[in-house]
């Protein structure tokens, strides 16, 4: 029995990618469950939007490697995220203004701002397509790792080693500084208390003299900013492709849900229960087993419960399982 | 003379394009008086007090405040002008805590709103108590107070009430109406509606019976209460 | 039948322009469009049912259509009996053991009273279950799978006539819809839209990675078909006859004449289906359908039970997505499951219905009509523009060779643009329900 080389090898292999997709996952989940709670509809264009922000981060960075700027050992695409994060807010606000404002001012059904979040996704797919083709792009570059496995391995003297890749710690030191900045925005300023008084009591926020359009812009922006971070270390940790950020859509939607929808504190524990269940399902955990087992007993099997290509069947049973259980989520989210 | 705080004068119309609901209805309140509507249901009391907000279309009358015209003001305007309001149902923000609460009452207000606030916090001292909890996990007579203190915290020159007592205790009630009469005391003009007319009038120095959107009977609500027509008619003998 | 002069016009402007195609493109061109026309058609029309007739939100278009296919392979494709004695028992005592699994924790929640102690017994249930099943599935799995991979690897159908398979899809489809309906209706009316996005994912991923199923991204080709094929017309004198007077090649009047056999089938079933949706719109039941859409609260108050309804008809416009999916692989002889992807199969769809007019069965119709049409046309169009733009560029250049690549995006962008328009200036569609 090895106990300390099944934890580093089950650090190594799962929880490590976990934290980091649960962080990006809560990223995408915080954007959604945010314009969830103010503007009431479901964003299906929110993956794709994602999508969008992480080319127009990955075309600034070109230019940032072609002008020969770098930050030392970290990835160069954080110098270009404020590019992104500008590109997306102006995008988003004009289809604010193109597209849901006139819905908005004629009190249209939920659905039609969920069809019509539909088109914007259709058109946002192209766009992303048309400067990104559908192919993976890569654009990771500084220092790969944090520390590699044999460098663990000569530190720790363990026959199992472990890596932290660049992408990975800044993926999760990013998602924690923004939850933190976040939370201090919602419940410290003005602003984002006036966004919390219109999620909760629209009607009582125009009597307070809230200014519901400016509620409105503000939402958009932080929608930006969250979905051009999550989209920039999605695409650090596991590549560039415009479809895997669809495919997001589902594991986003599953946490806002499991979290209960209009809850940030729910969008992110969501994100991480999600994410892990998905890594931990869809894990081989014969490796761990081993060194947990008593000599003789090892599988013999790769004691993986579902395949990889199954993850998204996870999310699903999360999400049938919150639907059917508990609809509110699990911090009480808007009555159903 | 000279004009009331606050008037709506010869109000006629309803919701939208809909029935007129209101037919020459006039509400007032003096400063720092207690003005009451009371009526059977459907006599269209809250819809007075809405017309008086600015929340329905009038097609006749005008509503003036401190002498201005304020007919054509939208809520919104009517309460940067000093009105305060609290609907009798969604009136607190339930997950913001009560602190919070009182904080977007004042969003309007750009200048240092802690004085108000500690006032209100005088008014209802379990509210300074809850102030770091959400306003939505109150009993019902809390939630009323801290929509009372939203209201106030614009320093409103009237602060008008629909139904503030509706399914609370008798006790309650009572500890509310004093808390009314204490607000009045600092020179706020009170209008409220309410459903427990005795009790109401009995606080009220002006009282307004409304039936089928007219005014019935005007006058002091003690000359109300003794008025034997109204007892038989409205408070059940 | 309720069609105006101006509907018919509509129809009749959409008609000129595909005899147009067959005349300055090509024949060919105008029956693939036909086709794709009648089938994408069918999948609106069963769409419209959903969101038209009773406002439900079906994101999972793709999964139905692709679930239809399914039913093309299991019904037509010969089984293969290498196969079957290698795993056929383990896989059938499999998918029973899984299927008993899930009774017997249904079972668990339903008889025991909440407690901790059904908690832990349910994860027992489902944890042994799971363990058991997949200690009987996987091998036989692996040994299906194993079976001459390169031709089958798969148990292959029941060998039965293809056009059975049509009403099997249907069946299929509407199975699946039941399970997500059952879940998901009654709940916010967005959960709907997100619980059908999660199953047509898990659709294509089933039916990309189980091998032993249909062959996943190996594809199940030459499949029977309800038409003779183009090659097996040519050598008729009848056919040879026909080209001739009509000046055409011999390849492709039979690949018109291949394609028309095609194009009646599906004017048939269309016909049907339009006629009994009609009916069904016009009957007490369509107008409670449409009255529980347009006032879900008051409905309800009137004592209709509202979840049950929508589920009825979720899993009727479900079924019927999944009939057109298995005349789809059935016209093309194939099923590719790497090629079913969700912008195609269900957001087009969606732009057909409400292009067309939803609520307006006839509107599903033409809409599909005219979006497949775009769709098919438009890319060659924008190639055609990017070359316009492109044409003062050195012919080497990078960025010329990109926008000339990235011209087959811009439909995606076009169709996105036609929806958002639709919405916003005319949200009742080219032939508004009436």
New interface residues.
Partial sequence: MEPLNALVSVTNFMLIPAFAYGSQLALGALGITLIFSILR??H?AHGDTMALGTAAVIGGTFFLQAQGVSIGGLPTALLAIPFGILVMVLYLLAADR??YK??RKVKAK???F???S??????????T???M?VSETRFEDGQRFIFTIREFREWSGLAEGMALRTAQATTIVTALIVMVVLFWFLNRT?AG??M??YS??E????????NPERVVVITWTITAILLVLAGTLYGLDKGFRP?NY??L??PM??AA?LGGLGSPLGAIVGAYVVAFAEMGITFAWRRVLTYLMPEGMEPS?MMQ?L?V??K??V??AI??LV??FR?TGIFKGKV? | MSDPVLIGENMTGGYGNGPDILHDCTIAVEKGEIAVIVGPNGAGKSTAMKAVFGMLNLRQGAVRLKGNDITRLTPQARVREGMGFVPQTGNIFPSMTVEENLEMGAFIRDDDTRETMAQIYELFPILRDKRRQAAGELSGGQRQQVAVGRALMTQPTVLMLDEPTAGVSPIVMDELFDRIIEIARTGISILMVEQNARQALGIADKGYVMVQGENRYTDTGAALLADPEVRKSFLGG | MSLTARDLGLFAIMGAVLAMVAMFQSPQLAITILNMSLISAIMALGVNMQWGYAGLFNVGIMGFTAVGGLAVVLIAQPPVPEAWAAGGLGILLGLMLGVATILAAVIVYKRMPPSKLRGFTLFAVVTVGFLITSYVFGPAKQAVQAVNPAATGYLGGANLPVILSWPVGAVFAAGVAWLVGKVSLGLRSDYLAIATLGISEIVIAVLKHERWLARGVNNVTGIDRPVPRPVELQPLPWVQSLADSLGWSLSQTASVISGLGYSVLFLIVLGILIWLAERALNSPWGRMMRAIRDNEVSARAMGKDVTRRHLNIFVLGSAVCGLAGAMMVSMDGQLTPGSYEPLRFTFLIWVMVIVGGSGNNWGSVLGAFVIWFLWVQVEPAGRWVMEMITSNMDVGSALRRHLLDSAAYMRLTTMGIALLLMLRFAPRGLIPER
């Avoid at chain 1, 009607?203 to 809230?210: K, N, R």
């Fill in positions: 509809f479901a299906f193109l597209v006139y819905f939920p659905l039609t969920v069809m019509a539909l088109g914007v996704m259709f058109v946002t797919n192209g766009i397509r048309l400067f083709g003005r208390k006036s919390r008084a909760d009591n009607d009582l926020a125009l009597l307070s003299g809230i479809f669809f495919q859509l589902l939607f599953a849900i099997t419960l395949p290509d199954y998204f069947a999310t699903f999400l049938v639907l059917l609809p159903i």
